[in-house]
């Protein structure tokens, strides 16, 4: 009896994933509210101040729903399990700072990039800030990015290259000098520089740009476009500047 219920439940369980589709936009726009997902560490683009979720990418998100008529509903859970959630349908947009790559474009669909960056190489001395500095030195980055994917195939000379589940602890790594680098996002590491004074570190030169953009399911394409449409009103009516201004100082979007 137990065997057989358990097989059961596993039976479910399996017919549950497969049948798990991303929701229509009709459906979402039915609904009433678009649930969104996030890792919610990653300061200034989403992140929580004290219970609050707030950021560039949060605000521009809630910009984004309104101008499509929506209300908002967030997740926040580790970066590295955000694309996957999609296709189970747990959430409808992922918006995380997510660059564009071909491997990424193989399983979701991605809206049209809302900044441009790069990663950048961060160290406590001056004497580490370009790739080929790196020859011979350990670096660390966060589980599941492309500047940790970039540093393992890109910088051949790295002595070993350390990941962690977090962009915290991985900034933790070289201010406690467990790494002698750290890899992110430039925007970020500015951002850490001015709010805390406690933190020194050199900002060293791009590895590589990248264009960041929110992911929907592959079969949502409706769902994009519509993002597309308000992402290219806030271009135009200035309220994308204005979220940009106040988080950067400065406009970020892709040329
Ligand atoms: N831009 C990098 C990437 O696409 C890092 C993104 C990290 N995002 C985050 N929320 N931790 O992989």
Redesign the pocket.
Known sequence: MKRISLIAAAAVAVLATAGAHARSFEAIQKDGTIRLA?????TP??YFEGKKLTGFEVELAELMAQKMGLKTEWKTIS?DA?LTGLKQDRWDLVI????I?PE?EKAVTFTAPHYC?G?QVIALTDAIKSAKDLTGKTVSA?T??????YVQKNVPGVQRVVNFP??EAALNALMTKRVDAWV??RFLAKEMLQKNSKIKFNQGELLFV?R?ASAVSKDNQALAAAWNKAFAESLKDGSYAKISQKWFQEDIRCP
């Open positions: 996030t890792e919610g560490y990653y683009f989403a970066f955000l995380s700072s997510h660059g790559t990424r960056s990663a966060q599941g990015t492309t500047y940790l994917d977090t962009n992110t996002e990248e960041v």
